[in-house]
């Protein structure tokens, strides 16, 4: 049963209150990959995210913010497909490092900003985190389940396969691909939520009601409406106990008259409401740690207007995340000084 009224509003209290009362600093990594897919030009979306405005605007938020930069990856060379998946080697490796980059940043006290690229850099984002956090939850934003297999993905391109790597309950269904001996999986069903569905593949349904994930279509959003949905998926995932929240964040979770500039876009998404919504409550829970922003490409778009209407979107995002709200950034001050006083040194 979910959780309402007072009762998720005390829950949400407590919540709030402990991310008021700790300390934060945000790092941004850039991961400026394509490799988990076919079509060029999300490698950029790092940079278009940054040339956005993103640092500037994370600044004004109160947090310090450090800019680690973009990741180097290297594409292999005779890296041959695996069954019908391409890159193999090189979508793992690339993972490996990425993971290895968010663990040191969240070992380092920091909330972790990932710029994507493409939604395959999820499996090393989600598990450098698992590596210092590993009672983690994950909230998946997307148009896409992303948790296909090998064995029932219609492409056998690797983004539309991140889940699957992670859950522990899919791994005698996960053979061995090549470049990935150093991942094992560590995430339960249980705690995992999707948000935004709309284009899911027939093996995918079947894992989704197989291993009874919690998932919200954009239907389920029509029907019972964004708030409703955000107080089930945290009841779902914090009233057992309060724990870090990884936010994997697909841009094409909106629709496509938001974000244009992406590479599989489904009509029927997200509103920027609905969207900020979503953030904003993860925000308000205090156990926000890692988040993934990806999916973006510059190459995509029809014009220079798509481009930074989709990484302006994105940084919106992002920084509704970390504590913008819509009625404006807090104060960074803590009281009003009296006018009384400038009065009276005006008069002497």
Not at 111 to 136: E, K
Request: proline share 6%; net charge negative.
């Amino acid at each position: 049963m979910a959780l309402r009224g007072p009762l998720f509003r005390l829950l949400r209290t407590q919540l709030t209150n402990n991310c008021q009362s700790r300390a934060q600093s945000v790092a941004v990594v850039g991961a400026p990959f394509s490799k988990g897919q076919k079509r060029r030009g999300v490698e950029h979306g790092p940079k278009a995210i940054r040339d956005a405005g993103l640092i500037e605007r994370l600044s004004n938020l109160d947090y310090p913010v450090h800019d680690f930069g973009d990741l180097s990856f290297q594409h292999l060379e005779n890296d041959e497909p695996f069954m019908h998946v391409p890159f193999p080697r090189t979508v793992g490796r690339a993972n490996k490092l990425l993971s290895s980059a968010v663990s040191s940043a969240v070992a380092g006290g920091h909330t972790c900003v990932m710029l994507g690229g493409d939604h395959s850099l999820a499996i090393g984002s989600v598990a450098g985190h698992a590596q210092q956090r590993p009672d983690l939850c994950l909230i998946w934003v997307d148009a896409h389940a992303d948790v296909n297999t090998p064995t029932t993905s219609p492409s056998g391109n690797l983004h539309g396969q991140s889940v699957a790597f992670l859950l522990k309950e899919l791994q005698d269904k996960m053979p061995q691909l090549p470049g990935f001996s150093w991942m094992k999986p560590f995430l339960a069903a249980r705690d995992l939520v999707y948000i935004g569905l709309r284009d899911v593949d027939p093996g995918e349904h079947l894992i989704l009601k197989n291993l009874g994930i919690q998932y919200f279509t954009m239907k389920d959003i029509d029907r019972i409406g964004i708030q409703r949905v955000m107080e089930e998926t945290l009841d779902h995932l914090l009233t057992r106990k309060q724990r870090p929240i990884h936010l994997s964040f697909d841009i094409d979770a909106f629709d496509p008259s938001l974000a244009p500039a992406t590479g599989t876009p489904v009509n029927g998404g997200l509103t920027y409401r609905e969207g900020l919504y979503i953030t904003e409550e993860i925000h308000n829970t205090g156990m926000l740690s890692v988040m993934d922003l990806v999916e973006v490409n510059p190459v995509l778009a029809a014009s220079r207007e798509q481009v930074e209407a989709t990484a302006g979107l994105a940084v919106d995002v992002i920084a509704s995340s970390l504590g913008q709200t819509r009625e404006g950034a807090p104060l960074p001050f803590r009281e009003i000084r009296s006018g009384k006083e400038d009065t009276e040194q005006l008069r002497l």
